[in-house]
């Protein structure tokens, strides 16, 4: 989506922490972003990025924004609750003000290709089914 993104984490193994692993990726993907954008001269991004931090982020060093600060997750306990968070995921493309695609299998961003239609696009997701 173009301004957030939904995803499904499986975690085989108790003791973890989500919001460590969030903000871990968080920071990963804003550091290569940020790389990207410096090797293309993107001013403009650079400095929109950088005048979304607040004041008491820039005291403790921080030079852009890229993400907010919270992310909404839910557990999923039950079969239903899955598919009912897929399904949504696949259809978001299509619905609200968005409209990316006209068919919601074809987004390119999105597991729908590859459940439904076998196409890899930008990165190789594990069948659900093979997590057990």
Same mark, same amino acid.
């Given at each position: 989506?173009?301004?957030?993104?939904?995803?499904?984490?499986?975690?085989?193994?108790?003791?973890?922490? &989500? !919001?460590?692993?969030? #903000? !871990? #990726?968080?920071?990963?993907?804003?550091? /290569?972003?940020?790389?990207? &954008?410096?090797?293309?001269?993107?001013?403009?991004?650079?400095?929109? &990025?950088?005048?979304?931090?607040? !004041?008491?982020?820039?005291?403790?060093?921080?030079?852009?924004?890229?993400?907010?600060?919270?992310? /909404?997750?839910?557990?999923?306990?039950?079969?239903?609750?899955?598919?009912?968070?897929?399904?949504?995921?696949?259809?978001?493309?299509?619905?609200?003000?968005?409209?990316?695609?006209?068919?919601?299998?074809?987004?390119?961003?999105?597991?729908?290709?590859?459940?439904? &239609?076998?196409?890899?696009?930008?990165?190789?997701?594990?069948?659900?089914? /093979?997590?057990?």
């Amino acid at each position: 989506m173009p301004n957030h993104l939904h995803s499904i984490f499986f975690f085989p193994e108790k003791g973890f922490s &989500l !919001n460590k692993i969030i #903000g !871990n #990726g968080k920071r990963f993907i804003a550091y /290569d972003a940020l790389r990207r &954008l410096q090797s293309q001269n993107e001013d403009k991004i650079l400095a929109r &990025l950088s005048e979304a931090v607040s !004041n008491n982020e820039k005291n403790k060093g921080q030079l852009h924004k890229f993400f907010n600060d919270s992310f /909404d997750a839910k557990p999923i306990e039950s079969e239903w609750f899955f598919y009912q968070k897929l399904e949504y995921m696949h259809l978001n493309p299509v619905r609200g003000k968005y409209n990316l695609v006209d068919d919601w299998r074809e987004y390119e961003h999105s597991s729908a290709s590859f459940y439904e &239609l076998n196409k890899v696009y930008h990165f190789t997701p594990v069948h659900y089914m /093979d997590l057990g």
